[in-house]
């Protein structure tokens, strides 16, 4: 039982209480979902005997040969480099798509508005070992497997659902007098969407971007059947360190912590980006 010092009262008290309670299992629950990352981390700055000794070794002498490994071949920076061109790729051509296509789902009366919107929303919702199957028989008949192209398009069935439902919702709470207002004033609506309303939906913009790069970055099934040699992303590329007699833990936990700088890389640039949509205002004076 907390007792309130003097001048305390009990109301504060108990909410002090609560905070502490709050901000202890914050804390446990942050250090239970990133011990595996920790754990990698380690890792991969391990030797062989390290990474297999019985008990653990929590204090050891860190070694680069992992990373150097990592990064003398064209193992897994070829992946990399594919992985950076495909995510690249196909949240460019999700933007080009979903952003007009949230804007119209969301501003303008139309019918079939609705079956569109749940039609792009059921994308998401489809299995992937559903469609894989039906989509590489496409690719093989068309000349897109194992080319950059048909990844790009394929990771639309990942990326462009999230935008265009994120987009939609925050285009749909702006009132309609900001851009009526733009029009009394001689502007066009593409004038209005420059201006006002892509200032205002920056934040959802940054946000739906950054959960689509996580989800096409760490996309596995996709790229598994339908990327060959040349196209071979990181989550696939990782495989090639597990081998029929062994599994080089070091090297392979090197090149997970390294796949995992363009996300956090990305989250932070989002919450930069975020913070400034939401203080960048459109009313003068």
Do not use: C
């Not at 193992?75 to 949230?102: C, D, H, K, Y």
């Not at 000349?143 to 069935?157: E, F, K, N, P, R």
């Amino acid at each position: 039982m907390t007792i309130p010092y003097r001048g305390q009262s009990p109301r504060k008290s108990r909410r002090a209480s609560g905070h502490f309670f709050v901000v202890a299992g914050l804390t446990l629950w942050s250090a239970f979902t990133l011990a595996p990352i920790i754990w990698i981390l380690m890792m991969s700055f391990k030797t062989p005997d390290q990474i297999i000794s019985n008990p653990p070794q929590f204090v050891f002498a860190p070694t680069l040969d992992n990373y150097i490994e990592v990064f003398s071949g064209p193992e897994f920076l070829r992946p990399f480099m594919n992985s950076l061109i495909v995510t690249g790729g196909s949240l460019l051509l999700t933007l080009i798509v979903g952003l007009p296509t949230a804007y119209a789902l969301a501003r303008f009366t139309f019918r079939g508005r609705e079956n569109i919107a749940f039609g792009v929303l059921s994308l998401r919702f489809a299995p992937e070992l559903l469609i894989i199957l039906p989509l590489y028989l496409i690719f093989q008949n068309t000349g897109l497997s194992d080319s950059y192209l048909g990844l790009i398009l394929a990771y639309q069935l990942v990326t462009l659902p999230m935008l265009v439902w994120m987009l939609r919702s925050f285009i749909e709470d702006l009132p309609n007098e900001l851009e009526e207002a733009v029009a009394v004033d001689g502007g066009t609506r593409w004038t209005a969407f420059r201006h006002v309303l892509f200032r205002l939906i920056a934040p959802g913009l940054a946000a739906s971007l950054m959960l689509s790069f996580v989800w096409a970055w760490n996309n596995y099934t996709l790229p598994l059947v339908l990327s060959g040699r040349n196209t071979q992303t990181v989550t696939t590329g990782l495989q090639q360190y597990i081998g029929y007699q062994s599994i080089e833990w070091g090297p392979m936990s090197a090149a997970t912590m390294i796949s995992i700088i363009p996300g956090v890389l990305l989250a932070v640039f989002s919450l930069r980006w975020i913070v400034g949509g939401l203080t960048a205002g459109t009313v003068k004076g």
